[in-house]
């Protein structure tokens, strides 16, 4: 029977944890028999899960005989209680979005030696939401596409640079390393696992036991609510306001640069530093967020918006919206009418 081992850190999400324990305890094959064999493990047997305390029944010794291991997120107030430097990815508090940053953090080298040592054997590694941190800080990620949640992928992607971080996807399947965005997401992640390895008719039961379509139309671009600010005193900012106050001119790379008095080279290179990506990229994407706060909040036909936020065409507007929000922008009005 396929073996999944579910990893409790100190100070688990627990809505993290129990997705995947759910997921994967309910699935049942054709004639009713269980489709996984679900172990919850932690490096300690007793793991504070913030409202309440769990008991594990397995230490990290159940990740050297598992076939799928889950890494869930570590909760901010954890982070905070650890002793680990904040670096400003959310509004204090933020379920699930806060990150491990390798030994000296909640996640110590036992954990990341084993995490490491599963992957080294061949076994599928997949993080549900904040848990891409603890990935890449065993290595895991690193050369590969990967998300989390969508206030932590600017931080993912400028603290560990080698890893291609997609914000706007539920999750990323790189065969043997999966990692999914925020909360809910886990769902999408887990559901896919169980059709990848029993098929959709499978999939599709434990789908209908969490009430969830088994197939979700557009990624978590469409539920973020604001691309968030660059900390308080970097260089950066005050250029992000300008920016974001004149979104409706077609601004361009060097009308950036020259606004911040910096060469095109230089300005790029600070925005991958500060923000994790290239300012086209970022002034795309809070083009586009505007975009959906207008659709949310006001009856204004799309073409007014297109204009509004910057965009010369229609057209255009439409194809970069349903490019990163994954569906279009009448039907993303008429899943957050106003």
Same mark, same amino acid.
């Given at each position: 029977?396929?073996?999944?081992?579910?990893?409790?850190?100190?100070?688990?999400?627990?809505?993290?944890?129990?997705?995947?324990?759910?997921v994967f305890g309910r699935a049942?094959?054709?004639?009713?028999?269980?489709?996984?064999?679900?172990? @919850?493990?932690?490096?300690?047997?007793? @793991?504070? &899960?913030?409202?309440?305390?769990?008991?594990?029944?397995?230490?990290?010794?159940?990740?050297?005989?598992?076939?799928?291991?889950?890494?869930?997120?570590?909760?901010?107030?954890?982070?905070?209680?650890? +002793? @680990?430097?904040?670096?400003? =990815?959310?509004? *204090?508090?933020?379920?699930?979005?806060?990150?491990?940053?390798?030994?000296?953090?909640?996640?110590?080298?036992?954990?990341?030696?084993?995490?490491?040592?599963?992957?080294?054997?061949?076994?599928?590694?997949?993080?549900?939401?904040?848990? &891409?941190?603890?990935?890449?800080?065993? !290595? $895991?990620?690193?050369? $590969?596409?990967?998300?989390?949640?969508?206030?932590?992928?600017?931080?993912?992607?400028?603290?560990?640079?080698?890893?291609?971080?997609?914000?706007?996807?539920?999750?990323?399947?790189?065969? /043997? =390393?999966?990692?999914?965005?925020?909360?809910?997401?886990? %769902?999408?992640?887990? %559901?896919? %696992?169980?059709?990848?390895?029993?098929?959709?008719?499978?999939?599709?039961?434990?789908?209908?036991?969490?009430?969830?379509?088994?197939?979700?139309?557009? +990624?978590?671009? /469409?539920?973020? *609510?604001?691309?968030?600010?660059?900390?308080?005193?970097?260089?950066?900012?005050?250029?992000? &306001?300008?920016?974001?106050?004149?979104?409706?001119?077609? $601004?361009? %790379?060097?009308?950036?640069?020259?606004?911040?008095?910096?060469?095109?080279?230089?300005?790029?290179?600070?925005? #991958?530093? /500060?923000?994790?990506?290239?300012?086209?990229q970022w002034l795309n994407r809070?083009?586009?967020?505007?975009?959906?706060?207008?659709?949310?909040?006001? !009856?204004?036909?799309?073409?007014?918006?297109?204009? /509004?936020?910057?965009?010369?065409?229609?057209?255009?507007? #439409?194809?970069?919206?349903?490019?990163l929000v994954g569906v279009s922008? &009448?039907?993303?009005?008429?899943?957050?009418?106003?």
């Amino acid at each position: 029977m396929h073996t999944v081992a579910v990893l409790a850190l100190e100070h688990v999400v627990p809505f993290d944890l129990a997705v995947p324990v759910e997921v994967f305890g309910r699935a049942r094959l054709p004639g009713g028999r269980p489709a996984y064999r679900v172990l @919850v493990c932690g490096a300690t047997g007793d @793991v504070d &899960a913030g409202t309440f305390a769990i008991r594990v029944r397995h230490g990290l010794e159940a990740l050297a005989v598992a076939d799928t291991v889950i890494v869930p997120g570590v909760s901010e107030e954890g982070v905070r209680e650890a +002793g @680990v430097r904040e670096a400003g =990815i959310g509004p *204090a508090g933020a379920v699930g979005v806060s990150r491990p940053v390798g030994a000296s953090g909640p996640v110590g080298d036992p954990v990341l030696e084993a995490l490491r040592e599963a992957a080294g054997r061949g076994a599928r590694i997949a993080s549900v939401c904040a848990g &891409a941190f603890t990935l890449a800080a065993a !290595g $895991l990620l690193d050369g $590969l596409r990967a998300t989390t949640h969508w206030l932590g992928t600017s931080e993912l992607a400028a603290r560990y640079p080698a890893i291609d971080v997609d914000p706007d996807v539920l999750f990323v399947d790189n065969g /043997q =390393i999966l990692t999914s965005a925020g909360a809910a997401a886990g %769902l999408d992640l887990c %559901l896919h %696992l169980v059709r990848r390895d029993h098929g959709a008719a499978v999939a599709a039961d434990a789908a209908r036991l969490s009430v969830m379509p088994l197939e979700r139309d557009g +990624g978590q671009a /469409q539920f973020i *609510a604001y691309e968030p600010p660059a900390p308080d005193g970097t260089s950066l900012r005050p250029l992000l &306001a300008w920016a974001e106050e004149n979104l409706h001119r077609p $601004l361009t %790379l060097d009308d950036l640069a020259r606004r911040a008095a910096l060469s095109n080279r230089t300005l790029s290179r600070r925005f #991958r530093e /500060q923000t994790g990506t290239t300012p086209l990229q970022w002034l795309n994407r809070v083009r586009l967020r505007r975009a959906q706060q207008l659709l949310e909040t006001t !009856g204004q036909p799309v073409e007014r918006i297109a204009s /509004q936020v910057g965009f010369t065409a229609a057209s255009t507007f #439409r194809d970069r919206f349903k490019r990163l929000v994954g569906v279009s922008p &009448a039907a993303y009005r008429r899943s957050f009418p106003g």
